[in-house]
């Protein structure tokens, strides 16, 4: 596919991200299907997904990431551990019960960056204790300002 | 005719050792290299770049990318209204892969193309791209928090990265409360616009010590006296090609109940939490590229350039996926989720044309896909890249 560029001012023309190029097909058949672990088991075929650089000043995203303590986990001595477990054992801030996985992990199909973040896995995590580290929070758990 | 006195000895010992000593390499100007395409921007984009330049040198006519690694933001500013322009010593490579250096004119050098790993916007003065600018999204880098291989710390939160880098001495989280063992970049720095979103620092109010480019960051804290106290970051195909001598720290987000790693296990290549969206610290390498009024670079190796890079062209010569992988970037393909802007919100994303079995052989050594060929068709899926993709 033939990328095109979008710029901004008098052009405005898209760039196509070409990573969806037509590769070498193969008849289909049925049988298993053979995938690589670890991956979801659905998929959507989805469109070619399209660069619409339209940025005008102003809507580029501004990120306001500010952390916000929520760890509640305790630890001993508040020593990282290094877990190597199937999903995370806290509880995350899952949906509904019918989404809640073992160790309060997110269990459905996610739709927002924190069911992404919490969503069951096989992979390995190491929980920081931010209660038990965090000297310089604030009584109510809230960042003070930088210096 | 007269004869010549007798030479001393040693002299002529010294004569003859100055003779068989390696004459000290001319520097070469870069102007005489053959198809030059000058670039400027992160040294994330490093690795990547290098493999890439070795594969367009052995083309022919060879190209020879020519790439000055300053920092991120410099890839913008070579294409503003007062261009920034190329200086000093940029590096090129051969068809060998072997990294050499070239000089520019006294007066600079206009860039061709700039790479880097964040959004124009987040560069001081950027509010746009600027009329006649293009940028091309292409391979995922992960960013990632590091120590010593010494260090017995496993993990970091972004509330931890703030008091870390935002107050430094005073920080108050153990053991990373000396800023001489706290390396960090400057506010052109992708890696550091990146930490400071996800911390909440402002890339100019970061503590410690400037290591000023991602290899150096690696240095430093690997080299560090007290390896316990030591803290850096940079992006991920830098520190895995370290792994002997510092480790990943496993990274938890806001709202994030516990740290993952861009792997699913510390030890691990194949990028897992990267790919479906548990590790937070990623985004996509721009190219930033002068275009005409076609929306298409005017500049033919330009062009070339970034037809490999969005998967517009690839060949047995510049097979940019595996490419990609083999600099331990992310190619689209094999990503499953996204997001729009920097460190923007994630969601679920098929690529058309997956190629998540090729990812896995090349980046862990081992795919569980079945190999497929011209003459060899899969069971079932479609074969791409070798293998038998799931669609």
């Known amino acids: 596919m033939r990328a095109t560029i979008l710029t901004l001012g008098a052009l405005a023309l898209a760039l196509s991200l070409g990573c969806d190029k037509a590769e070498e097909a193969a008849p289909t058949d049925s049988g298993p299907i053979v995938r690589d672990v670890g991956f979801a088991d659905t998929h959507t075929v989805t469109d070619t997904p399209v660069v619409t650089d339209v940025q005008t000043p102003g809507d580029n995203p501004v990120i306001t990431d500010t952390p916000v303590v929520t760890d509640v986990q305790t630890t001993d001595g508040g020593a990282p551990d290094v877990q190597a477990i199937d999903v995370p054992a806290d509880t ?14 997110f269990a459905c199909t996610p739709t927002s960056s924190v069911q992404f973040l919490n969503r069951c896995t096989t ?15 604030n009584a109510d758990g809230g960042l003070p300002p930088l210096p | 005719m007269a004869r010549r006195p007798p030479v001393p000895l040693l002299g002529a010992a010294a004569a003859l050792a100055a003779l068989l000593l390696p004459v000290a390499a001319q520097a070469v100007d870069c102007n005489t290299l053959t198809n030059p395409i000058y670039g400027t921007g992160g040294s994330a984009q490093k690795p990547l770049l290098a493999l890439l330049a070795a594969r367009l040198a052995a083309l022919s006519p060879p190209r020879t990318l020519v790439y000055s690694s300053p920092g991120a933001c410099f890839a913008i500013n070579a294409f503003t209204a007062t261009p920034t322009r190329i200086t000093g010593t940029p590096s090129y490579w051969t068809a060998g892969g072997v990294e050499a250096t070239c000089t520019v004119p006294v007066t600079g050098q206009a860039a061709d193309f700039g790479c880097m790993g964040n959004s124009v916007t987040q560069c001081a003065g950027i509010t746009a791209l600027p009329a006649g600018v293009g940028e091309v999204e292409g391979p995922v880098t992960a960013w990632n928090f590091f120590v010593p291989a010494a260090s017995s710390q496993q993990s970091i939160s972004s509330a931890a990265a703030y008091f870390v880098f ?5 920080g108050g989280v153990a053991p990373w409360t000396n800023e001489a063992f706290i390396i960090r970049r400057d506010e052109n720095s992708a890696a550091q616009i990146f930490m400071g979103l996800a911390a909440g620092v402002p890339p100019t109010r970061f503590r410690g010590v400037d290591a000023m480019t991602n290899g150096r960051s690696i240095s430093l804290v690997a080299m560090a006296g007290t390896p316990e106290q030591a803290i850096g970051f940079a992006s991920a195909d830098n ?11 496993a990274y938890q987000h806001t709202d994030q109940s516990c740290g993952y790693w861009p792997d699913s296990t510390v030890t691990s290549f194949d990028k897992a939490n990267v790919r479906d969206g548990h590790y937070w610290l990623w985004s996509p390498a721009r190219l930033i590229v002068p275009v005409g009024s076609d929306g298409q670079p005017s500049n033919p190796l330009t062009r070339e350039l970034v037809n490999y890079w969005n998967g517009s062209v690839e060949t047995p010569e510049v097979p940019f996926t595996e490419v990609q992988i083999r600099s331990r970037s992310i190619p689209q393909c094999a990503m499953q989720v996204w997001r729009n802007g920097d460190l923007g919100a994630l969601y679920s994303r098929a690529p058309s044309a997956p190629c998540n079995c090729l990812f896995s052989q090349i980046a862990t050594g081992s795919t569980t896909c079945a190999p497929c060929s011209a003459t060899t068709a899969c069971a079932t899926g479609v074969c791409r890249h070798g293998y038998c993709e799931a669609y």
């Open chain 2, 166 to 170: 935002g107050f430094g001495n005073t």
């Open chain 1, 92 to 105: 995350g801030p899952a949906d509904a019960g019918s989404c809640e996985g073992d160790g309060g992990c």
């Open chain 1, 123 to 137: 992979a390995s995590c190491a929980r920081f204790d931010n209660a038990a580290r965090l000297t310089r929070l």
């Open chain 2, 239 to 249: 520190v895995d090609a370290n792994r002997a001598t510092v480790r990943t720290l």
